[in-house]
């Protein structure tokens, strides 16, 4: 069944969050870093180290669902290469703010081919996987049993200049095939086919960005 996602923590409760982790240390980023960038303000904002600083390969196995330990499927060690695509371009600032981030619920079963101009046209950003990886960390509820979420923010760009076909998405394992049964019901860095529909993910996304 799926339910109403509470507002996010605090910005100031946020960047407690990412220094108990460690993720200041990573990003080479003094914890007053952090804390003042906890202080720009805005409500239900979410508080992201750029990816250029922490890849998000380094952030997914810090995700906790249920006690389980979040990973990256095997087939994806390229995950650190998928880049913002233009419209979903990141500040450059080590620290940033993504705002009014909704899970995508509506267009469950809609193709990420589908979903991006119908998200652009409605005035709204696609998550990258580094920022859904980032939401994770501060809401964990965010990721439900068959209401999980894609971040088509997020492309692999390949020699030739073409878009990789493959999309980032997160949901919780089943514990099948090469995850393994230990791993059922843990959070899961995947992906998908740009022109594929599954009903049990939605496409994550926020109203803006903005320097911290």
């Not at 669902?65 to 390229?78: K, L, N, P, S």
């Not at 080590?94 to 979903?115: F, K, Q």
Request: a neutral charge.
């Amino acid at each position: 069944m799926r339910t109403t996602l509470a507002p996010l923590p605090s910005l100031a409760e946020q960047a407690q969050r990412l220094i108990e982790l460690g993720l200041h240390d990573r990003a080479g980023l003094a914890e007053s870093d952090v804390r003042g960038a906890a202080q720009v303000g805005g409500q239900n904002a979410l508080l992201v180290i750029n990816a250029d600083r922490v890849a998000p390969s380094a952030v997914a196995p810090m995700l906790r669902h249920g006690g389980r330990q979040g990973f990256v499927v095997e087939d994806m060690t390229d995950l650190d290469s998928f880049a913002p695509i233009d419209v979903a371009a990141t500040p450059e600032a080590p620290l940033y703010l993504v705002h009014d981030i909704t899970r995508g619920d509506e267009m469950a079963n809609w193709s990420p081919d589908e979903a991006l101009p119908a998200l652009t046209a409605a005035g709204r950003t696609p998550l990258t996987v580094a920022e859904g990886i980032h939401w994770l960390l501060q809401q964990p509820e965010a990721l439900e049993r068959n209401h999980c979420f894609m971040t088509i923010g997020s492309r692999l760009r390949r020699a030739d200049g073409r878009l990789d076909a493959r999309t980032p998405a997160l949901w919780l394992s089943n514990g099948t095939g090469r995850d393994g049964a230990a791993r059922k019901h843990a959070p899961k860095v995947g992906w998908c086919w740009a022109g594929n529909r599954h009903t049990w993910l939605g496409f994550a996304s926020a109203s803006r960005r903005s320097v911290a």
